[in-house]
C-alpha cells in the first residue's frame, strides 16, 4: 500500500523559508521518482517540482524556480522541499505525488501559509 505524509507546514512570515518532508512507503523508494504540487484557495491544484530517482535530475516551476529546492534521501525514503524567499502567493496545501504503474498517489498534504 501506498503511503505519502508529508510534514514541516505552517505560517510563515514573507521572506521566510519552510521545509517541508514527505516520508514515503510502499514502493521502492531508491528507484522512484517523486513530485511536489499545491493548491492554493480557489484554483486548481499545480506541479511545483519534481525529482528523479537518484536526485541528480529535477524540475521546477517558473514560479519557485531559484527560491524552492527538492531534495531526496534514499536511506530513510523521505523527499524535501526547501522553501526560501517566501511570498503570500505560495500560500497553499502542498501534495506529495508518486506513480506507480497506472496509478497516481498523493499524500493528504499539508497547509503553508505566507503572511504579507
Known amino acids: 500500500q501506498v503511503t505519502l505524509v508529508e510534514s514541516g507546514g505552517g505560517l510563515v512570515q514573507a521572506g521566510g523559508s519552510l521545509r517541508l518532508s514527505c516520508r514515503a512507503s510502499g514502493f521502492t523508494f531508491s528507484s522512484t521518482g517523486l513530485g511536489w504540487f499545491r493548491q492554493a484557495p480557489g484554483k486548481e491544484r499545480e506541479f511545483v517540482a519534481t525529482?528523479?530517482?537518484?536526485?541528480?535530475?529535477?524540475n521546477y516551476a517558473d514560479s519557485v524556480k531559484g527560491r524552492f529546492m527538492i531534495s531526496r534521501d534514499n536511506a530513510k525514503d523521505t523527499v524535501y522541499l526547501q522553501m526560501n524567499t517566501l511570498k503570500p502567493e505560495d500560500t497553499a496545501v502542498y501534495y506529495c505525488?508518486?506513480?506507480?504503474?497506472?496509478?497516481?498517489?498523493w499524500g493528504k498534504g499539508i497547509l503553508v501559509t505566507v503572511s504579507s
Open positions: 505525488q508518486v506513480d506507480q504503474g497506472s496509478m497516481n498517489y
Open positions: 525529482i528523479n530517482w537518484n536526485g541528480r535530475s529535477t
